[in-house]
């Protein structure tokens, strides 16, 4: 009795595979109609033509800006707080390649992609914030202020996103086969996590140094000769707290993708950890400025009210949670910690770059609703270039093994 040949699958088209995801073009395209791609879809089409008028109208068309207020929340929100965010690439890299905790190993690759994708949009927030921005590359090759703050986190700004490129592209090499590539950058990940933590450490910390050339224009609780201490200290602390938010929530959207033998929980108590004790010695740092300022008498004005309730609400209470959480093994407590910590970090960006900045003046900024629509459309496109990529290459699970 003969025996039929068995049947072979036909290899599938490289853009089937790869970014179709195996599915059929139809197939593809009825899963794209799903209620949070409805919302995404309206944010896009209203933000892109808003973004396009900016570019042709001009700013005084499309903002609240003015002489006396020439930033707002592009440079406030976009800027100041999507870089502190994006500081878990360089947070987790060095706990794993430099301290040798290979036990955070699984979220590695999502925190370098999320400080990717927050680098790449806050640069183009802060395009749309420049009324020049073709000139954006001059300082970079023509003219150098080295003595300029600017351009020190210009330069640095710049190098650091080639890096964290270079930290994620194994990743992409792998996805798309091509395996010496993907070698030759696995070796040098040493030499990258190095060159990210000073590149960090410097431009972080050169963030808040642009506020020391206002001391007249910020309000004096929040002015401090420490002001870069404190950006830097707050960008690991918004780091730790966003890979804790990432990672609960790419573990959870994304089931099909994560390697289900990592103990999730144990590596977020473990963060916990390390988040209170930073925040511990942020509270401290803050309150050493509040002394050093030698300005309480404004702590019973609004301002001041509004200072104390930042520094109590958005840093001491996370400080306790996150110790409580982890000395009760409370993931769940830590987890909705680290999302208002994330919150208490953007509330510090936006009072030193919006709410305490020139708080004297009769005009104050209020952001115009196509600022507000600006920033909600990066914000939101990031979300989705990070899904695509999720969904797509090896970010929640190593499928080879390294």
């Not at 925040?279 to 609004?302: E, K």
């Not at 093994?329 to 970090?345: C, E, F, K, P, Y």
Request: glycine letters at 8%; proline letters at 5%.
């Amino acid at each position: 009795m003969s025996s039929r040949p068995a049947t072979l699958t036909a290899p599938q088209p490289w853009f089937t595979e790869k970014v179709l995801m195996g599915q059929p073009w139809a197939e593809y395209r009825r899963g794209l109609f799903t209620p949070f791609n409805a919302v995404a879809a309206f944010v896009l089409a209203i933000g892109i033509p808003i973004i396009v008028y900016r570019f042709a109208a001009g700013l005084g068309a499309t903002t609240n800006l003015s002489q006396t207020n020439p930033w707002g929340i592009w440079i406030g929100f976009d800027m100041l707080c999507g870089v502190a965010l994006a500081a878990g690439g360089y947070t987790l890299a060095t706990t794993v390649y430099i301290f040798g905790l290979d036990d955070y190993h699984p979220v590695v690759r999502p925190a370098v992609l999320t400080g990717f994708l927050g680098y790449v949009f806050a640069v183009l927030g802060l395009m749309c914030d420049l009324g020049r921005p073709w000139n954006l590359p001059i300082p970079m090759v023509y003219s150098f202020g080295t003595t300029s703050v600017m351009f020190e986190v210009g330069w640095c700004v710049m190098l650091y996103t080639i890096v964290l490129a270079l930290e994620f592209s194994p990743a992409l090499f792998q996805w798309l086969g091509w395996q010496t590539l993907r070698t030759y950058l696995l070796r040098a990940t040493i030499g990258l996590t190095v060159a990210a933590v000073m590149l960090s450490t410097l431009h972080q910390s050169s963030l808040g140094a642009l506020f020391l050339m206002a001391p007249t224009k910020l309000h004096p609780l929040w002015y401090s000769p420490f002001i870069p201490i404190f950006f830097f200290v707050s960008s690991i602390v918004a780091g730790l707290s966003m890979v804790i938010v990432e990672s609960s929530l790419s573990h959870r959207a994304f089931q099909s993708r994560v390697d289900h033998h990592v103990d999730m929980d144990k590596l977020v108590l473990g963060l916990a950890r390390a988040a209170s004790v930073i925040l511990f010695a942020y509270v401290f740092l803050r309150l050493q400025g509040l002394a050093d300022s030698g300005r309480t008498d404004l702590l019973a004005t609004p301002l001041g009210l509004w200072f104390i309730a930042e520094i109590v609400l958005f840093a001491a209470v996370p400080c306790l949670l996150f110790a409580h959480g982890a000395r009760t093994r409370n993931a769940t407590l830590v987890r909705w910690t680290a999302g208002w910590s994330v919150l208490g970090i953007v509330v510090y960006r936006l009072n030193v770059s919006v709410v305490a900045y020139n708080w004297e003046a009769a005009e104050r900024y209020i952001p115009s609703w196509m600022e507000v629509w600006t920033s909600l459309t990066l914000v939101t496109t990031g979300i989705l270039v990070f899904r695509w990529i999720v969904n797509r290459m090896p970010v929640l699970r190593d499928e080879s093994g390294h």
